[in-house]
């Protein structure tokens, strides 16, 4: 009898952590990536594991949400976690890595083991053999986009995404900018931030720029959704909301001492490392859809920025995602059709490392049933059972994609009284429930 083979669609982050489970457990996997064949609007590279957007994966630290979700994803084996902390560059309490060498280890870890095959094709219909995985990401193809909306029945639902400009080290001013982290948290003594400061007038006319900048035209479908994502708002709309939005936002001022004034800024741009050479900084917060000329001119008005060398513009794309309380239970698995199970974006979650632990739970659960046994959800004391519960839980006609965060766990019993307490007893207990599912 021939081995049953999963096939798992998608070669992002979820696809890849999914596909990386299965063969934990002893089970032969398809991973189907359709790059570089066909393009997306947002890759650049053929690697699995590609970071389009910010190369942070958020915060490490253990009384913060996405810290606690990595601290999670490390306990159940991840992946892709270990080579997020494998190729780390320093970004203070942020675990921030080289992206193409992040993409390159997961690329190298996945071709090297034997239980994986990849194929590069793009698959266009609702896998027919089953258990499967669909993590094809926030760029499916438009054809499996289609193929899923006719399948789950449900209409499929979209917001638009935007990525951040990446300049050179050597073409920012450092007698303008200068280093520093908030709350001393960096890894360099002098700060792993580099902060570009504007006073009061500079900032306003940079605001005013920005509301008034000629941005990229909406293309067919896209021009029928105007929704965006409210986590990841291109600075041109921030600043056409508000004036003060960007003050109180990506360009919040407050903890960068700027060491020539001994004061904090009105506000300023950060810029965090990009890669492991330290070369290549991001600008941090400043998604746009901005046409790139006036990228260049506007974002070279940034204080430290007069000369900066664009290695890449900033760019908007949209994504995809199904409407997963009316889809998914919180095995991931597909209420309609057992062994069909979603993970990563196209899931309904937000957020890089949701997007990891999404495809965790949906290699292990896609394993289980190989294996004739029952999917199993995780604790909802624990983050990323949280997010798997809202997925399933979720008001469907009000859904919108979710990233970790404490206000989806359930309420402590005896709640600390000050937000950093209450944070860590969250975290306290999630790990205990997590310890005690994997043990008990």
């Not at 219909?125 to 006719?150: C, F, K, T, W």
């Not at 997963?324 to 991931?332: E, N």
């Not at 990233?403 to 975290?427: C, H, M, T, V, W």
């Amino acid at each position: 009898m021939e081995p049953i083979v999963v096939d798992v669609i998608g070669g992002g982050l979820a696809g890849c952590e999914a596909a990386w489970q299965l063969a934990r457990r002893g089970v032969r996997v398809r991973l189907f990536e359709m790059r570089p064949g066909v393009p997306t609007p947002a890759h650049t590279t053929a690697n699995l594991a590609e970071l389009v957007c910010s190369n942070s994966l958020g915060s490490k630290l253990p009384d913060r949400a996405t810290g606690l979700l990595l601290a999670e994803l490390k306990r159940l084996g991840s992946l892709l976690a270990a080579s997020a902390e494998k190729t780390s560059v320093p970004a203070g309490g942020a675990l921030a890595v080289d992206r193409d060498a992040f993409s390159a280890e997961v690329t190298r870890a996945i071709a090297a083991e034997p239980l994986i095959e990849v194929v590069r094709c793009e698959v266009r219909e609702i896998p027919a053999n089953r258990p499967a995985v669909i993590a094809a990401g926030p760029l499916a193809s438009d054809a499996l986009a289609a193929a899923l909306q006719a399948f789950t029945g449900e209409e499929n639902l979209a917001f638009f995404d935007a990525i951040a400009p990446i300049v050179q080290l050597d073409s920012v001013d450092m007698n303008i900018a200068y280093r520093a982290s908030r709350r001393d948290r960096g890894e360099r003594e002098d700060g792993d931030y580099i902060n570009c400061p504007l006073n009061k007038e500079q900032y306003f006319a940079f605001v005013e720029a920005l509301a008034k900048a000629e941005t990229f035209p909406l293309h067919g479908f896209e021009r029928d959704d105007k929704r965006f994502f409210e986590g990841c708002l291109a600075v041109e709309v921030l600043a056409k909301r508000d004036p003060l939005a960007l003050r109180f936002g990506p360009m919040r001022g407050v903890g960068l001492d700027d060491p020539k004034t001994g004061r904090w800024p009105f506000a300023a741009v950060q810029l965090r490392q990009d890669n492991l050479a330290d070369t290549l900084y991001n600008l941090v917060g400043f998604q746009t859809n901005l046409k790139w000329p006036e990228q260049e001119r506007i974002f070279r008005t940034i204080p430290g920025l007069e000369n900066a060398a664009f290695v890449r513009f900033g760019q908007m794309h949209r994504n995809t995602f199904v409407k997963a309380p009316a889809v998914l239970d919180a095995t991931l698995e597909c209420r309609k059709a057992p062994g069909l199970f979603l993970a990563g974006q196209i899931a309904g979650i937000e957020g890089y490392l949701g997007s990891v632990g999404t495809g965790l739970l949906a290699g292990m659960n896609a394993a289980r049933a190989v294996q004739g046994l029952p999917s199993q959800t995780l604790p909802r004391e624990t983050m990323l059972g949280a997010l798997c519960h809202y997925l399933a839980n979720a008001a469907p006609a009000e859904f919108q994609p979710m990233k970790a965060n404490f206000g989806i766990l359930p309420p402590l019993e005896k709640p600390p009284k000050s937000k950093r307490d209450r944070y860590q007893a969250y975290a306290t207990r999630a790990l205990a429930a997590l310890d005690e599912w994997q043990h008990g």
